[in-house]
């Protein structure tokens, strides 16, 4: 028995060998680990017990660590055809097991790439791209499909897309095959003076009929950046027509300068009927997608992404300041009104080090002046958030 195990290791040795003369796989990935403080994340809110009457804040206080790994790897083939693949292991919050950290893997990225040509296709568990340079809308997002590239020229690419949602005869509808799919068209575009946009637009064909709703409809946007003298701007405006309800529109400027080694901006948008920005956009409070940003989810939290609450118009300025090549100090001051839900004044900041290459750690202290709006038009300054995360992170 010894025996066979050992040559059955020997051919898989040998098979990896082989594989390796005649395949390149780099492998890159990242890591963390993150201890947070969160403080009125329900902004006061409270539930009622039905039967005893008693009133419990939905969520006043939280401590929370949390941890994740993620792998990925690219194979290319001798012809230039590719693979790529990415893990996550053990990502959740520290709580015995139970939240995530055991888990053996969850895969977001799975996807093979065939160049031909001046086109690309690339099929499998891919990425949406939408927004992505402003990450204003559908950002850092993957679906199931496919992505032809057209590439007429270095500064035009075009980007035929169709992504399956819902397969309905995987689910039990093995006769009308009733799918929920997307199609998509981008167009990805750069101009003389470094000047550069892309837009596009995808359509949901919803055709899924026992799921009591109807998510027909396009959405999608436009998105710029270039200098303009000393001002780097940028912007975006998308639209979401999805579902029976109203169209929801938003969007944003801004405009920054360099001084030194300071950097400040100025940016300003809205989100108006039912639109809501991807979670990345905004500042660390508000929108942003940072680890103490106010998002939805357990624990009584609130969704603090633009357009979430309602009709919503925002104002800020964005700080950076690099103390040394190891340093970079950050703030914001921001505004934002959300419709009959309240308003908010947030002051933040971040410290980033880098403690080797490759090894960094960041710390984000944030507080939220909330104010309930038509409800209460003072500032409660018992129920307005504070939060601040300590996050380790390594990258390779």
Known sequence: MKKVIAAAAGLMLVGTMVGSASADIVFSGDARARALYQSNYDLGSSSVDEETGAVTRNNEKDNL???????????NAPGGAYAVGRLALGNGTWDGGNSGTTSASTADKAYIGVPMGMTLLEAGR????GLESTKFFEHDITRDGARLFIMPTDAATIELSYYIDYEAAVNGDNIDDNDDS???????????????TRMGV????????NDGRDDDGAFGGIEFMGPGGPVAISGAFAFDDQGEGDTGYGGFLM???????TSVALTAGFAQDGFVTDGDHGFIMLGGGESITLNTGSRGRTDMRFGAQGDTWWIGVPVSFAV?????????????DMDEFGEAFEISGSVIYAISDGASVDLDIGYLAYSQGDFDDRLDAEDSPFGAGLTFNVSF
Request: hydrophobic share 45%; charged share 20%.
């Open 65 to 75: 660590i949390s941890s994740r790994f993620r792998l990925q790897a690219r194979a």
């Open 126 to 129: 891919t990425p949406t791209q």
């Open 182 to 196: 997307l199609y998509g068209l981008w167009v990805d575009l750069k101009f003389a003076g470094d000047w550069g």
């Open 202 to 209: 995808l359509y949901r064909d919803d055709q899924v009929l």
């Open 255 to 261: 405009g920054g300068m360099q001084f030194g080694a």
């Open 324 to 336: 040394s090549e190891m340093l970079t100090v950050k703030g914001n001051l921001a505004y934002a």
